[in-house]
Structures are given as structure tokens and as C-alpha cells.
């Protein structure tokens, strides 16, 4: 299910976004507060982000600059909610790297449109553009996996595994969640054999469980900040 986060301190609008898009399947999260957005971003992996200009102790603005220094959010998509309407602050929302504008009060109708695009746009090229995930990169064009730029040949699941890690840096998968990424969840498969796989890729990355990490208890993720 696509999910999409609503960064936004005015509750009314909260409920009537989540409310709206809901009905539309999308799944929602939400952050009230400038300061918590990106911890908010790491941990629930949004589709696409509705982001307000004015919050309580970071600005919209500098949200979204930030979001763009991240190599692996930098094209996420992002939708600027404001109540400032004027060109200049429209071509300052874009200069930082917003995807699109929108002033309010504003049309749902015409925000759902909006978002139906942007995330057309984002399906498409999500297909061309590398996976990035610290000194990993993968093409998934050309089926290729890279490790600090030298090539590492993977077989076809752990190619899969790992691009199911590097799709979501940093999110801790539990072997149920693989299976059913890999392996699909009409067919029976038991959860170690998740654990034979996660072997045979850390051997071809040379990998002693800094890049491919083991969380007690809770399953695998893929080291972001391994260099």
C-alpha cells in the first residue's frame, strides 16, 4: 500500500488529509514537529510527503532541503502545503527541492490529483534510477549490484533480498516480511530458509555483518551508514 506522510502542526487539516486520502487506500502517518521529521521519515519509509512551510521549530523549508541531502530521499516526492502564496515563495519552495506547490485553502480534489501524478512520475523513474544504500549501489536495469564500485555477482534471490533491503535503508525486515517479499505468501516456505539466503549474500559481499545487519530478535536491514 502506497503511504504517504503528513508533515503538518494544524490538526483539522491533519484529520481531513488523512480522512481524504484513506478513502483514496493510501495508507497515512503523520509528524507535528519540524524536529522529528526525518527520524519520521527513516523509520516509516513514505511514498510521497505532504509537507507544511510553516511548523513548530524547523521550517517546511528546511525540512526539504535536508530531505535532499539524503542520497537515498532524494527524490522522494514532495508536495509543499502553505498559506504563503505569493510567486516568490512558490519559486523558494521549488528552489529547495519540492516537487510541487500547493496554497491554501486548496482543493482536495486537486491535491489527490496532484499526488496520483507525482507518484505516476515517481513509479516510472524509480525504475531507471540506482538503489543507494551507504557502499552498496544496485542497478536494477542492468541487474547489477555494486560494493564501494567494484561488482559483486548475486544469484537471482539474493539480488531480490537485497534489493528488498536497499528499497527501504535502514528498516529492520522480520523473516515473515522477506518471505512474503521473495517468496510470496501463497507459497510454503520456512523462515530459516531466509537465514541461508542472508548467508549466501553477506559471502558474495564479503560481508561479516556490518553491511547486512542482524537485529536480535526482529530480522535484517541493510547498514546506511557503513563507508
Same mark, same amino acid.
Given at each position: 500500500?502506497?503511504?504517504?506522510?503528513?508533515?503538518?502542526d /494544524?490538526?483539522?487539516?491533519? #484529520?481531513?488529509?488523512?480522512?481524504?486520502?484513506? &478513502?483514496q487506500?493510501?495508507?497515512?502517518?503523520?509528524?507535528?514537529?519540524?524536529?522529528? *521529521?526525518?527520524?519520521?521519515?527513516?523509520?516509516? =519509509?513514505?511514498?510521497? +510527503?505532504?509537507?507544511?512551510?510553516?511548523?513548530?521549530?524547523?521550517s517546511? *523549508?528546511?525540512?526539504?532541503?535536508?530531505?535532499?541531502?539524503? *542520497?537515498?530521499?532524494?527524490n522522494? @516526492? +514532495? +508536495?509543499m502545503?502553505t498559506?504563503?502564496?505569493?510567486?516568490?515563495?512558490?519559486?523558494?519552495?521549488?528552489?529547495?527541492? $519540492?516537487?510541487?506547490y500547493?496554497? #491554501?485553502?486548496?482543493?482536495? @480534489?486537486?491535491?489527490? $490529483? !496532484?499526488?496520483? $501524478?507525482?507518484l505516476? &512520475?515517481?513509479?516510472?523513474?524509480? #525504475?531507471?534510477? @540506482?538503489?543507494?544504500?551507504?557502499?552498496?549501489k544496485?542497478?536494477?536495469?542492468?541487474?547489477?549490484v555494486?560494493k564501494? %564500485?567494484?561488482l559483486?555477482?548475486?544469484? @537471482?534471490? /539474493?539480488? !531480490?533480498?537485497?534489493?528488498?533491503?536497499?528499497? #527501504?535503508?535502514?528498516v529492520?525486515?522480520?523473516? %515473515?516480511?522477506?518471505?512474503?517479499?521473495?517468496?510470496?505468501?501463497?507459497?510454503?516456505? =520456512?523462515?530459516r530458509?531466509?537465514? *541461508?539466503?542472508?548467508?549466501r549474500?553477506?559471502?558474495a559481499?564479503?560481508?561479516?555483518?556490518?553491511? +547486512? &545487519?542482524?537485529?536480535r530478535?526482529?530480522?535484517?536491514?541493510? %547498514?546506511?551508514?557503513?563507508k
Amino acid at each position: 500500500m502506497t503511504k504517504i506522510l503528513i508533515v503538518e502542526d /494544524e490538526l483539522g487539516l491533519v #484529520k481531513l488529509l488523512q480522512y481524504n486520502l484513506e &478513502r483514496q487506500r493510501y495508507e497515512t502517518c503523520v509528524c507535528l514537529d519540524g524536529s522529528k *521529521v526525518m527520524s519520521t521519515i527513516i523509520n516509516e =519509509q513514505p511514498d510521497l +510527503i505532504l509537507l507544511d512551510w510553516m511548523l513548530p521549530n524547523v521550517s517546511g *523549508v528546511d525540512i526539504c532541503r535536508t530531505i535532499r541531502r539524503h *542520497v537515498q530521499f532524494k527524490n522522494m @516526492p +514532495i +508536495i509543499m502545503l502553505t498559506a504563503r502564496g505569493d510567486e516568490s515563495d512558490k519559486v523558494k519552495g521549488l528552489s529547495v527541492g $519540492a516537487d510541487d506547490y500547493m496554497t #491554501k485553502p486548496f482543493s482536495i @480534489p486537486e491535491l489527490l $490529483a !496532484r499526488i496520483q $501524478a507525482l507518484l505516476r &512520475r515517481s513509479s516510472k523513474s524509480a #525504475k531507471t534510477r @540506482p538503489l543507494i544504500a551507504g557502499i552498496l549501489k544496485m542497478n536494477l536495469s542492468s541487474k547489477q549490484v555494486f560494493k564501494n %564500485n567494484e561488482l559483486v555477482e548475486l544469484g @537471482p534471490t /539474493e539480488f !531480490r533480498l537485497l534489493q528488498a533491503l536497499m528499497e #527501504k535503508p535502514g528498516v529492520v525486515f522480520s523473516r %515473515n516480511d522477506l518471505l512474503r517479499l521473495i517468496w510470496g505468501g501463497d507459497i510454503h516456505v =520456512q523462515d530459516r530458509t531466509v537465514d *541461508v539466503h542472508i548467508r549466501r549474500l553477506r559471502k558474495a559481499l564479503s560481508d561479516d555483518g556490518d553491511l +547486512i &545487519r542482524t537485529v536480535r530478535s526482529s530480522g535484517y536491514s541493510v %547498514n546506511i551508514d557503513k563507508k
